[in-house]
């Protein structure tokens, strides 16, 4: 059973320190997407890659968030220095083509104090 | 891609249909209706997807409307396991382009 993984998941630091989440899609998936979630804003989408370039991050803060893919089975993001309104559950997802569905991992649940 | 309105929240009783409505009044001829949702503290799932005709498959129904305007998912044996936050979304497809969620529809199936 295919499944995207996440870690970790779950993730507590101080203000100011580096956060690093890391995502491995389903194998043979070409597209990678990555959103956070809050209670106010509900889900965004942060960033997307597909084949391994970066196609979207209009969503994310650029002066402290950088996504990466180093290779087609890891997608990286990472904060730094993180804030304490950057808590929240940061999700994966992937897809293969048109995506006509997206797979969903387990997220990170990020706590920074 | 178009703007989908759906009420905030619904309770069904266990073991009847649930039915999720969704309006997308300014949905183009080209955008599909996808369904996914999201169980309390995991990602989201998807559910299905149309075009114009009604769709079937092992988790729900999808019935749109003849002018496309709105569509209604069907839970038709509603569990416990299917209380979550509903999303409908409307979508241009086969364009690999990500998905806009909304706020959804909160579903509590009671006992």
């Known amino acids: 059973d295919a499944r995207v993984t996440q870690t970790p998941r779950h993730k507590v630091t101080e203000m100011g320190q580096e956060v690093t989440m890391r995502c491995q899609p389903i194998?043979?998936?070409?597209?990678v997407f990555w959103y956070r979630q809050t209670m106010m804003q509900g889900l965004e989408l942060l960033a997307y890659?597909?084949?391994?370039?970066?196609?979207?991050d209009s969503g994310m803060p650029k002066d402290r968030f950088s996504a990466e893919m180093p290779d087609a089975t890891l997608a990286t993001l990472k904060i730094q220095p993180s804030e304490p309104r950057d808590s929240a559950v940061y999700f994966c997802?992937?897809?293969?083509?048109?995506?006509?569905?997206?797979?969903f991992g387990p997220g990170t649940r990020l706590l920074v104090l | 891609d178009a703007k989908t309105t759906q009420p905030t929240s619904m309770d069904c009783a266990e073991g009847r249909a649930a039915n999720l409505p969704c309006n997308h009044s300014?949905?183009?001829?080209?955008?599909?209706v996808y369904w996914y949702r999201q169980i309390h503290s995991q990602g989201p799932q998807y559910i299905i997807h149309?075009?114009?005709n009604n769709e079937t498959n092992e988790m729900a129904s999808l019935i749109i409307t003849e002018d496309r305007k709105s569509s209604t998912l069907i839970l038709p044996h509603a569990t416990l396991r299917d209380t979550a936050v509903y999303y409908c979304?409307?979508?241009?497809?086969?364009?690999?382009?990500?998905?806009?969620f909304g706020t959804g529809t909160s579903l509590t199936v009671i006992p």
């Open positions: 194998l043979g998936h070409n597209t």
């Open positions: 997802a992937s897809g293969f083509g048109g995506v006509e569905t997206q797979y």
């Open positions: 979304i409307v979508r241009v497809a086969n364009t690999g382009n990500q998905f806009y």
């Open positions: 890659f597909r084949n391994r370039a970066p196609l979207d």
């Open positions: 300014t949905i183009s001829g080209n955008e599909y």
């Open positions: 149309g075009l114009k």
